[in-house]
């Protein structure tokens, strides 16, 4: 490697830590700031909604402050309506993104246990009204799982990820999970599945720095699971969303491939 490519690529590291030096520092200060007025102002319901702007202010800082292009490809969704939002899981800024995506559903997310144990942040979550899912107790798991489905039943929407983890990984989606189907089909709303690729490039599993990038998402048409299957029918329903999804991934992939190429 020559002199000016050495220059080059140490230019290019040093813009990198610069880029997540900043983001952590401003992104934590407004986790912060967020979290600590969702808790305090949980005290008076009528305060949700000033709650979850608050939220959409934190989403939307995280795309910003991460340098994050969101190009995406969404259909007409019935403005009153409520959906189960249904996403492959790519990195942590999949949520963030999701949320400033979708702000007029503002979709409750399902998380770990663990999450909402985190201090100040966990509290934060569980007062905009996400989820706690306990994956290993099986019937508290499904104790949770019904919690979502009456609010989903209520109106509201709720995003899943039916992989169950992130998957950084570029050639396909992990097998899904049942429980995205338990729910999906108990609430009867209709399913909205949104295929991202990007997001592991700019944060991956187990990375420190973040890198500035594009995640394209496509949404795809909203589809009334409920009138096709039954609760008995959930695996045959799981297969065919994971080979719907999973055709759409490698098609916008491969789009990111052509652009890096």
């Known amino acids: 490697m020559d002199s000016s490519e050495a220059k080059s690529g140490r230019a290019a590291r040093a813009g990198v830590v610069l880029r997540s030096v900043v983001f952590y520092t401003v992104f934590g200060l407004v986790t912060l700031f967020v979290s600590l007025s969702?808790?305090?102002?949980?005290?008076?319901p009528r305060t949700m909604a000033l709650r979850r702007k608050?939220?959409?202010?934190?989403?939307?800082?995280?795309?910003?402050?991460?340098?994050?292009?969101?190009?995406?490809?969404?259909p007409d969704l019935d403005p009153d309506g409520n959906y189960v939002f249904l996403a492959n899981h790519q990195s942590h800024m999949d949520i963030p993104i999701i949320l400033s995506l979708f702000p007029e559903f503002r979709p409750r997310f399902l998380a770990?246990?663990?999450?909402?144990?985190?201090?100040?942040?966990?509290?934060?979550?569980?007062?905009?009204?996400?989820?706690?899912?306990?994956r290993e107790n099986r019937r508290q798991g499904m104790k949770d799982l019904q919690k979502v489905v009456d609010s989903v039943q209520q109106g509201e929407s709720a995003l899943v990820f039916p992989e169950g983890t992130r998957n950084s990984g570029s050639d396909g989606l992990l097998p899904f999970q049942s429980g995205a189907f338990i729910l999906?089909?108990?609430?009867?709303?209709?399913?909205?599945?949104?295929?991202?690729?990007?997001?592991?490039?700019?944060?991956?599993?187990?990375?420190?720095?973040?890198?500035?990038?594009?995640?394209?998402?496509?949404?795809?048409?909203?589809?009334n699971v409920a009138e096709r299957y039954s609760l008995k029918d959930r695996e045959s329903l799981k297969q065919e969303m994971w080979r719907t999804m999973q055709n759409e991934f490698l098609e916008i992939s491969s789009w990111q491939e052509e652009r890096t190429g």
Do not use: C, Y
């Open 112 to 134: 770990k246990e663990s999450l909402f144990k985190i201090p100040i942040f966990g509290p934060g979550m569980a007062k905009t009204g996400h989820f706690s899912v306990d």
């Open 184 to 223: 999906l089909l108990k609430s009867n709303v209709p399913a909205v599945p949104l295929v991202l690729d990007g997001s592991n490039r700019i944060l991956p599993r187990g990375a420190k720095w973040l890198r500035s990038g594009t995640v394209r998402i496509r949404a795809l048409a909203p589809v």
């Open 38 to 44: 969702v808790i305090l102002l949980s005290p008076w």
């Open 54 to 74: 608050l939220e959409g202010f934190w989403a939307g800082a995280a795309v910003r402050v991460g340098g994050v292009r969101v190009v995406s490809d969404v």
